[in-house]
C-alpha cells in the first residue's frame, strides 16, 4: 500500500493525501515505470486541494516516479522530454500541452489522467476511452485483455455502427440521449460522429431536439454535465470554479436559464444550451472539449411547472432579482478572471433581455465577453442578408427593414445592419436605423411610444401613427425584408407572406425563432404562400420543400454559424476584448463562403458540412481585426491566419496509445 503526501512532495501548503494506494496495490508493476501525478486541477478536484492562484504553470508539471523522464510528456520522437515551456505556436491559445493533437495518427501519445490510465479506469475515462477500437497492442499494454471483446474495430466502423443505432430511433429524445451517453462514454467518438454527420446530428445536440430534451431535464438526468452555480454558493464561487477539472479554460457558456431558446425559464434546466452550444464550439470551432466550461447560474425560476415538479434539479425558490442576482453574477466574474486570466472568453447565453443588455454593456469594458443572442445572431443575420442581396438585388442601405420582436436578437440585428449601412453610406448611425423598424408586443415601436420603451428600443422609436398589428405594419411600412425574432410561433400568417409578396418580387423572409415550434412560419408556409418566390431562412432547421415540381431548400439562419469560428479567432489571436468590427468581420467572412452553387439553390447560407473550412475563416477575419485593432495579444501575429486557425483546431481521430 503506497500513499503519498502530496504536501511533503511539492511543498504545497495544503496537506491531503492523494489516496493513489487503491490503483497501486494491485498493480505494484507500475509504480515504478509510470507512476506520474500531476498536481492538475484534476487532482485538485478530487482531493481538494485548492491552490493559492500563486503557482507557476511549471509546477503544475512536476512528476513523482523514478522513470520520470518517459513519462513526463507524451512528446514525439526527437523532442526534448524536459522541455516545460507551454507549447509556443499556440499560446493564448488553442493550448495543445501535451502535443495531442498535433501527433500524427501513427505518432505515440500518452493517456493522461491524475495518473496514467490503465485497465478500467481508462475504458471509464471518456477523454481516452476508445471502446472496441482498443488495439491488441494496447489490450495488452495498457491491462484491458478481458475487459473487452475479442474484436476490434475501426473508429470508422463504431461510427457506422453508432449512426445505424441512431437512426433506428424514431423519438427524437431518444437520439438526444444517445449522443449524451456517447459523449460520456467516449468524447472522441461522439465528436468524430457530430463533425462527419453535422446536417443530420446538429439538430439532435443543438436547436429543436436541445430544447424538448432540457424541457425534461428533471426526468432525464444522468450524470451532470457543466457547473452548476446557485445562490447557495454566494461568497464561494472562486472555490466552485476551482472544482472543474480543467484549469485551461478558454470559452465559457453562461446562462442564467431564464430565457432558453424560445420557451421561456427554465430556470437551472437551462444547462442544455450551454452544454450544446460547447459541443458546437469544439465540432462546428475547433476549440478543445476539455478547454470549455458550461455554466449555469440559478437564481431560482418563475416556471411554475417546474417550482411544483417533485423532479425538479434546480433551486426551489422564484428568481433573485436586483442587487441580490447582479452580486452573484459579479463574483462569478470576478472569480471567473481570477482562475482563468484576462483572456478568457464569456459568452452570454439565453439570458432574458433584462438583464441581457446590461450584463454585456457592464463585462464588456472589463472582460473578453460576447452576447450570442445579441451580436451572434446579429453577425449571421447580416450575412445572411448580404449573402441574399444576390438573389433579391439592391444595395443593403437600398433595403427596408421589420422586425416582428424587438429583444435581444431583433435589436441585436438591427443595430449591427445599421452599423454596415453606415460604413457604407458615411451617413451617421441614426440615418441608417430609420431604414428599420420593429414590432413587438404592443405593436410597430414609434415615437409617441418612447417614454414607456426599455432603453434598447428607443433608437428604434421612429415618426409614425401608431400600428397594431404586424399585418398592418407590413403593409404600411412596405419592407423589403421580414424577419422574425419573437419566439412566438406561426405569426408569419399566410397574409402577412402573400403582403410581402405583394411588395416585392423577391422577398426575404427569415423566421429566426427557435425550436420548431416557435418559427414565425415553416418553409413549406414561406414558399406556399409567397408561391415559391421567397427567399427563406430559419432558426431551426426544415426539410427541403417541393412546391411545384421543384424542391426549395431553405438554409439555417442561425448563431452557430458564427460563435465557434468567432470564438476560435478571439481565442487564437488572444484578444482581450470584442468589438463591433470583429462581428462585422465575422458576417463578411460567412458571406463570403456562400458559393454559386448555394446561390442557384435559392440559399443565403452555405451548408453546415463545410462549417469547419467556414470557422477556419470567420476565425481568421475575426483575429485580423483584433490584430488591427490593438486588441490581440498572441504576438507576432501569424502570417496566413487561415492556416493558423485550422492547425489550432481539435480533431476527433484517435490517438495511439503506447
Ligand atoms: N436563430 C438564431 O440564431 C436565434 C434565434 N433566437 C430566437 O429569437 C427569439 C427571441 O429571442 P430574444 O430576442 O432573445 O427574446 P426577447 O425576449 O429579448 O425578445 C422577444 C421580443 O419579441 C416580442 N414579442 C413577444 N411576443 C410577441 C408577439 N406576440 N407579437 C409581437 N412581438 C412579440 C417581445 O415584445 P415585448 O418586448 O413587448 O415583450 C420582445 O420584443 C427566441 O425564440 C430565440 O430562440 C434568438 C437568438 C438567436
Ligand atoms: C440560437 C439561439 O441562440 C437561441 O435561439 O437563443
Ligand atoms: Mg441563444
Known amino acids: 500500500m503506497i500513499s503519498l503526501n502530496i504536501a511533503n512532495l511539492m511543498g504545497h501548503r495544503c496537506s491531503k493525501n492523494l489516496g493513489i494506494s487503491s490503483w497501486c496495490d494491485g498493480d505494484k508493476r507500475k509504480i515504478s515505470e509510470k507512476v506520474v501525478l500531476r498536481v492538475n486541477s484534476k487532482v485538485r478536484q478530487h482531493n481538494n486541494i485548492h491552490n493559492t492562484g500563486k503557482e507557476e504553470e511549471g509546477e503544475e508539471k512536476k512528476v513523482i516516479g523514478r522513470k520520470m523522464e518517459s513519462v513526463l510528456k507524451p512528446l514525439r520522437d526527437g523532442e526534448s522530454v524536459l522541455d516545460l515551456s507551454p507549447r509556443s505556436t499556440v499560446s493564448g491559445g488553442v493550448e495543445d500541452v ?171 434546466q437551462g444547462m442544455g444550451i450551454p452544454v450544446g452550444k460547447l459541443a458546437l464550439y469544439t465540432a462546428l470551432g475547433g476549440v478543445r472539449p476539455s478547454a470549455c ?35 452573484l453574477l459579479d463574483e462569478f466574474m470576478t472569480a471567473v478572471k481570477k482562475n482563468y486570466g484576462e483572456k478568457v472568453l464569456v459568452q452570454f447565453e439565453d439570458f432574458a433581455n433584462h438583464n441581457a443588455f446590461e450584463l454585456l454593456a457592464k463585462y464588456g469594458t472589463t472582460h473578453l465577453v460576447f452576447n450570442d443572442d445579441i451580436q451572434g445572431t446579429a453577425s449571421v443575420v447580416l450575412a445572411g442578408v448580404v449573402a441574399a442581396l444576390k438573389l433579391i438585388g439592391g444595395t443593403l442601405p437600398e433595403h427596408k427593414f421589420l422586425f416582428l420582436g424587438a429583444g435581444e436578437a431583433g435589436t441585436g440585428i438591427a443595430e449591427l445592419i445599421a452599423l454596415e449601412m453606415s460604413k457604407q453610406t458615411k451617413a451617421p448611425i441614426e440615418e441608417s436605423r430609420k431604414k428599420i423598424w420593429l414590432v413587438d408586443s404592443k405593436g410597430l415601436i414609434v415615437s409617441s411610444r418612447k417614454n414607456s420603451l426599455q432603453h434598447f428600443k428607443k433608437p428604434w422609436a421612429h415618426e409614425h401613427e401608431p400600428v397594431n398589428s404586424l399585418l398592418e405594419a407590413v403593409k404600411v411600412i412596405k419592407p423589403t425584408v421580414l424577419i422574425g425574432s419573437s419566439g412566438v410561433g406561426k405569426t408569419f400568417t399566410k397574409e402577412v407572406v402573400e403582403a410581402m409578396t405583394s411588395n416585392n418580387d423577391k422577398p426575404l423572409i427569415l ?43 431553405s438554409g439555417q439562419a442561425n448563431n452557430a454559424y458564427i460563435f465557434p469560428g468567432f470564438g476560435l479567432g478571439l481565442v487564437i489571436s488572444g484578444a482581450i476584448r470584442v468589438h463591433d468590427d470583429m462581428l462585422l468581420a465575422a458576417s463578411e467572412a460567412l458571406a463570403t463562403q456562400v458559393s454559386e452553387e448555394n446561390y442557384k439553390n435559392g440559399l443565403i447560407y452555405p451548408p453546415f458540412s463545410n462549417i469547419r473550412k467556414i470557422s477556419a475563416n470567420i476565425a481568421a477575419n475575426v483575429a485580423a481585426k483584433a490584430y488591427e485593432l490593438g486588441l490581440a495579444t498572441r504576438l507576432p501575429r501569424p502570417q496566413d491566419l487561415v492556416k493558423y486557425a485550422e492547425s489550432c483546431m481539435y480533431t476527433p481521430v484517435y490517438r495511439n496509445y503506447r
Not at 497492442?137 to 475479442?150: F, S, T
Open 98 to 268: 501535451y502535443g495531442e493533437d498535433r501527433a500524427t495518427e501513427d505518432q505515440l501519445v500518452t493517456p493522461w489522467t491524475i495518473s496514467v490510465a490503465s485497465g478500467w479506469s481508462l475504458l471509464r475515462d471518456p477523454q481516452y476511452n476508445k471502446g472496441l477500437a482498443f488495439s491488441e497492442k494496447e489490450r495488452d499494454a495498457h491491462y484491458l485483455r478481458g475487459l473487452l471483446p475479442p474484436t476490434v474495430l475501426t473508429q470508422l466502423l463504431q461510427e457506422k455502427k453508432l449512426m445505424h443505432n441512431i437512426r433506428q430511433y424514431k423519438v427524437p429524445l431518444q437520439k438526444y440521449v444517445a449522443m449524451m451517453e456517447l459523449q460520456e462514454r467516449n468524447e472522441r467518438l461522439f465528436y468524430k460522429l457530430l463533425i462527419d454527420n453535422v446536417e443530420e446530428l446538429l439538430p439532435v445536440v443543438y436547436t429543436p431536439i436541445v430544447g424538448e430534451a432540457w424541457q425534461k431535464y428533471g426526468s432525464i438526468f444522468r450524470r451532470p454535465q457543466g457547473l452548476y452555480i446557485s445562490l447557495k454558493e454566494k461568497g464561494k464561487v472562486l472555490e466552485v470554479l476551482k472544482n472543474w477539472p480543467e484549469r485551461n479554460i478558454q470559452v465559457i457558456v453562461v446562462t442564467d436559464g431564464e430565457r432558453i431558446l424560445g420557451l421561456g425559464d427554465l430556470g437551472c
Open 293 to 327: 466550461l458550461p455554466v449555469t447560474i440559478d437564481v431560482g425560476t418563475n416556471n411554475e411547472t417546474l417550482l411544483k415538479d417533485e423532479f425538479y434539479i434546480g433551486l426551489r425558490q422564484k428568481r433573485a432579482t436586483g442587487q441580490e442576482y447582479y452580486d
Open 511 to 553: 423566421a429566426l425563432s427557435n425550436p420548431t415550434s416557435q418559427s414565425e412560419c415553416t418553409a413549406e408556409e414561406a414558399y406556399q404562400w409567397s408561391e415559391g418566390r421567397a427567399i427563406f431562412a430559419s432558426g431551426s432547421p426544415f426539410d427541403p420543400v417541393e412546391y411545384k415540381g421543384k424542391v426549395y431548400a
